[in-house]
């Protein structure tokens, strides 16, 4: 008898629930992603669907990742596909190029790319240039990640942006995701993408959750590499970032919006190739170009992006020079008070975009 | 030096003779089939036991060996001619004199084995099978060159053969990458990666050791160890010059590298132990080049001319394959001369087209920079200069 009242109560539950659903309708809440979890979930998916695909770096595998960025992959993949290598940074990006020369596909992770330096030779000379040397004959199919640029605090051998050095090389292909989306789609693509390409992540952006839009959460998410997006549109002055700073620039888009200046900012997410027709249709459409980086002012993406200004058709449709916001021309203090000067603030970059403008 | 040279004058001469045993008359009658010979052992390092002190040569083999170490002879000096005569430019590194590391190490693995070398690779990439004409016409920067005039000396790829490569040591970390994609796959198929004696300085080599050996990768680290680091001798530039031990938890062989046949048999037995699952394993190649470290570098100012000298008239790795020959019944020594007039006339012919081919056509500027790419524009000198890039 409490068996057949059990059985019939569930799909009366079931169905006064509905009717409840009905009346009190609300939004489903929308899916918050970290851009940590986000990298996690394009790695996770890409090792699930090619068993050529593996990680090594410092502290992938038992550790979960230095930042937890890799975190659950060993316990899923084991020890074949996500490797913990020794302090070995020379070594084991030389090991990875080798191996995608053999017929993997690696994701060599560098703890911070700052660590970089002590492989940059196998990241370039081995990697970048090796297709052309080879006339095609050999292809090295890696991706280089980890975090790029200032964290908080860690001081000068720390702190420095790598995306002029490695977007300066013929070869590579160099992407900087700022927020979650960017995240999972550029790292599904590098994987995916037959050349050595660079993913320069920001530690202080793991843990900053966004909102995961429907398409994002599907397995064949991919995002472009060499495409720019426009993630809001203005009409005044065009304001190019890459990374943490385009957070910074919509937020001063906003305090500037109430001002009535309304500012089109552009998230790079690939620095090599650099997407200049998506900045010059901008630029003819505002008349005016500030670029904001976290890294040194002198031969870096801003630099690029107003000497090619310069060349091309959206020079004339200027009003006013370009202008670079970037990081200070310093080694990175540690003192909280001269850290926090050393890098674009977005008080910073509304400074710079009203003297553009001339207000 | 002297202790050296003089070690290996003795062991030269005894070990043309062959055993008399073996020796089996052929169908032809004239020459034996094979001929066993004394090889010079080698010294062990953590191994118990190492290849065998014999080797069976057949005149097939014989004739193979001879042929192609005097193809490779003959390329090298061809490539010394053609650099004096200009057709070459920029760096070009010979490995004349150390033709028996080339062969002997290509017939002790299989051809879907890996090899991967410095920029001193011309021999390397011919006895990986990539021909004599395309390699010379790589050197002279013509479109029908293995690598269609991109790479240059340095850079020439083949199938299973990895270059080729600049930068000093960068090569053994990448060798070991290579291993470990072996590996992984499962296919036993087993990496060569080769550094000189210079460049088993390099940190990246230790490094390369490390993982190699925690990780059991199928390597075969080969040093050729030709006593000079461009100008600089070893033991100027190397705490300890005995690199076979220098793989330190890594065991390793000191391997005769004028003889093929001892490099033969010493890969045959790294090659072994590494498809076995032990682990990486170091094999010393002693050998020496007769040019300088490149055609920018005459080579006497840091050794004598008698040293060069002596190597040639005493330990060249040709002349002891073809005593040999002629001691053990394998070839006469007239086929052995047709063999001579052959190779010469294949290598002049490949040196008419490398010095006749055209040079690649400009738009070859921007192509295979991106793999799997749709075309895009390469900015060339000046903005106004674009060229297409394509796959």
């Not at chain 1, 330096?117 to 970048?128: E, F, H, L, R, Y």
């Not at chain 1, 095609?136 to 991706?143: A, E, F, K, R, T």
């Not at chain 2, 160890?225 to 065991?251: C, Q, V, W």
Request: proline content about 5%; hydrophobic content about 40%.
């Amino acid at each position: 008898m409490a068996v057949v009242s059990a059985l019939v109560r569930r799909p009366l539950e079931q169905v006064s629930g509905l009717l409840r659903r009905r009346f009190h309708r609300t939004a489903p809440a929308a899916l918050q992603v970290t851009v940590r979890d986000a990298i996690n979930q394009g790695m996770d998916e890409e090792l699930e669907r090619d068993e050529k695909v593996f990680l090594l770096g410092e502290e992938v595998a038992q550790y979960d990742g230095a930042y937890k960025v890799s975190r659950g992959l060993w316990k899923k993949y084991g020890d074949k596909r996500i490797i913990d290598t020794p302090i070995s940074e020379m070594g084991f990006a030389g090991i990875a190029v080798g191996a995608a020369m053999a017929g993997l596909r690696p994701i060599c992770e560098f703890m911070t790319f700052n660590f970089s330096m002590q492989a940059i030779d196998q990241v370039i000379n081995s990697a970048a240039k090796t297709y052309y040397m080879s006339a095609g004959l050999q292809s090295v199919p890696i991706v280089f990640r980890g975090p790029n640029g200032a964290s908080a605090g860690v001081a000068a051998q720390h702190s420095q942006c790598f995306a002029a050095w490695y977007g300066h090389c013929p070869g590579l292909k160099v992407v900087s995701p700022w927020n979650a989306e960017d995240a999972k789609g550029l790292i599904k693509s590098a994987i995916r993408d037959n050349n050595p390409v660079v993913m320069l992540e920001n530690e202080l952006m793991y843990g900053v959750a966004f909102e995961f839009p429907p398409e994002a959460q599907s397995k064949d998410f991919l995002i472009p590499i060499g495409k720019a997006k426009i993630e809001r549109q203005g009409t005044h002055i065009t304001v190019v970032a890459h990374s943490r700073p385009v957070g910074h620039c919509l937020e001063a888009a906003t305090v500037l919006s109430k001002e009535g200046i309304e500012c089109e900012v552009i998230n790079l997410r690939t620095i090599r190739p650099m997407d200049v027709e998506t900045i010059e249709a901008s630029v003819m459409k505002t008349n005016h170009l500030v670029t904001v980086e976290g890294g040194w002012p002198q031969f870096g993406v801003g630099a690029e992006i107003c000497a090619r200004i310069m060349e091309g058709p959206a020079f004339n449709f200027l009003d006013a020079p370009a202008v670079r916001v970037t990081g200070a021309d310093v080694p990175m203090p540690y003192a909280k008070i001269l850290e926090d000067n050393s890098v674009p603030q977005v008080k910073d970059i509304i400074f710079a975009i009203k003297k553009t403008l001339n207000i | 030096m002297r202790k050296m040279l003089a070690a290996a004058v003795s062991r030269v001469l005894p070990r043309v003779a062959p055993k008399p045993a073996s020796r089996m008359l052929g169908a032809a009658g004239t020459f034996a089939d094979n001929a066993t010979f004394d090889i010079k052992p080698c010294e062990l390092y953590r191994l118990e036991e190492g290849p065998p002190a014999t080797a069976v040569l057949t005149r097939e083999e014989g004739l193979k060996y001879y042929k192609t170490m005097q193809m490779v002879r003959r390329m090298e000096l061809k490539a010394d001619q053609l650099y004096k005569q200009k057709f070459i430019r920029g760096f070009c590194h010979l490995c004349d004199g150390q033709e028996a590391c080339c062969v002997g190490l290509e017939a002790g693995i299989n051809p879907t084995d890996h090899v991967i070398t410095s920029y001193r690779a011309h021999g390397l990439c011919y006895t990986r099978g990539v021909s004599v004409r395309s390699i010379l016409t790589e050197l002279t920067g013509r479109r029908g060159g293995c690598v269609k005039g991109k790479g240059g000396s340095m850079h020439m790829y083949g199938k299973y053969f990895y270059g080729g490569n600049g930068i000093v040591g960068s090569q053994t970390p990448i060798g070991a990458g290579i291993a470990l994609a072996c590996k992984y796959k499962g296919n036993s198929e087993i990496s060569l990666t080769l550094y000189g004696d210079g460049a088993a300085n390099q940190g990246q080599v230790a490094e390369a050791f490390n993982m190699a050996s925690l990780w059991k990768l199928p390597c075969v680290f080969i040093c050729e160890n030709n006593l000079y680091g461009m100008g600089t001798a070893t033991d100027r530039a190397a705490a300890s010059t005995e690199y076979y031990k220098r793989g330190h938890f890594i065991p390793g062989l000191k391997v005769d590298g004028m003889d093929v046949l001892c490099v033969r048999e010493a890969t045959k037995f790294a090659a072994d132990h590494c498809r076995s699952g032990k682990g990486p394993i170091v094999m010393e190649l002693q050998t020496y080049r007769y040019h300088g470290h490149s055609m920018s570098d005459p080579g006497v100012s840091y050794r004598t001319r008698e040293e060069v000298q002596t190597m040639r008239s005493k330990h060249d790795p040709i002349m002891l394959l073809k005593d040999r020959m002629l001691a053990g019944k394998l070839a006469s020594a007239d086929e052995l001369k047709d063999i001579d007039a052959d190779v010469k006339k294949e290598i002049e012919d490949a040196a008419q087209f490398a010095t006749t081919d055209q040079e690649p056509p400009l738009e070859e500027i921007a192509h295979h920079i991106y793999k799997d790419n749709p075309p895009f524009e390469v900015r060339g000198a000046n903005p106004w200069i674009k060229f297409k890039s394509v796959s």
